[in-house]
């Protein structure tokens, strides 16, 4: 199956800085990627996707962008606080079925 | 709206029992999924619905998985007999359509084998 991968497990930012958390897939062909937030003991909860026809996508903190050249993916926390501490997962959606391939995801923790 | 419903949150077995868990996805989505979670790693899809149909159950491990969802609605994942490898939670997620929309997961269900 397709192969999504992390290229950091953890990331450690002080409480204010700015986070950035990459992605790398392998399927050229997909076209909708979405990242997760999960925290201990709960389910992964969605924060912002992005289809293949973009290269940046805007939330509320929060900015992906999509370099489908090296098919790279990175999630931008902008201000990044306490409550951003969880484990973050990329996912890749082929375009055949909404099958979604999950990285290991990358352990932020945000120091005060 | 009310989230995806699992249950129970946790179960402790030992190998070789039998166990279920249950789901009810968000109102009106059509798509179910399950996936199994091992400690380190990303979600793994075990299985896809789309109503009460299969989609993809291509790595369930069917000699002693099996899941159903009657009706399009709820849906139960069942094991038995389990396997020490098979301690993980268990995610339920539900889409609207389908393709290219935001899966929206439960809480899982913790299960560890003894």
């Known amino acids: 199956g397709e192969s999504v991968g992390l290229h950091l497990p953890t990331l450690s930012v002080q409480e204010g800085d700015n986070s950035i958390i990459n992605c790398a897939y392998s399927n050229s062909a997909s076209d909708y990627f979405i990242w997760y937030k999960q925290e201990s003991g709960k389910g992964p909860q969605f924060i912002i996707d992005i289809r293949s026809n973009m290269d940046k996508r805007q939330g509320q903190r929060v900015t992906v962008l999509l370099n489908k050249t090296v098919k790279h993916l990175s999630l931008q926390i902008a201000a990044t606080q306490p409550g951003d501490s969880a484990v973050y997962f990329c996912?890749?959606?082929?375009?055949?079925?909404?099958?979604?391939?999950f990285g290991t995801g990358t352990s932020l923790t945000v120091i005060p | 709206e009310a989230g995806v419903a699992q249950s129970p949150r946790y179960k402790i077995i030992e190998k070789r029992q039998s166990v279920a868990f249950w789901c009810n996805p968000i109102s009106g989505h059509a798509t179910l999924y399950w996936y199994q979670q091992i400690l380190g790693q990303g979600p793994k899809l075990l299985i896809q619905f789309q109503n009460n149909g299969v989609v993809d159950d291509s790595q369930l491990p069917k000699d002693r998985f099996s899941a159903e969802r009657l009706k399009g609605v709820d849906s139960t994942l069942k094991i038995q007999p389990a396997k020490l490898e098979d301690s993980a939670v268990y995610l339920c997620?539900?889409?609207?359509?389908?393709?290219?929309?935001?899966?929206?997961f439960g809480d899982g269900t913790r299960l560890s084998i003894l």
């Open positions: 996912a890749e959606g082929g375009n055949t079925g909404n099958q979604f391939y």
């Open positions: 997620a539900s889409s609207y359509r389908g393709l290219g929309q935001p899966q929206h």
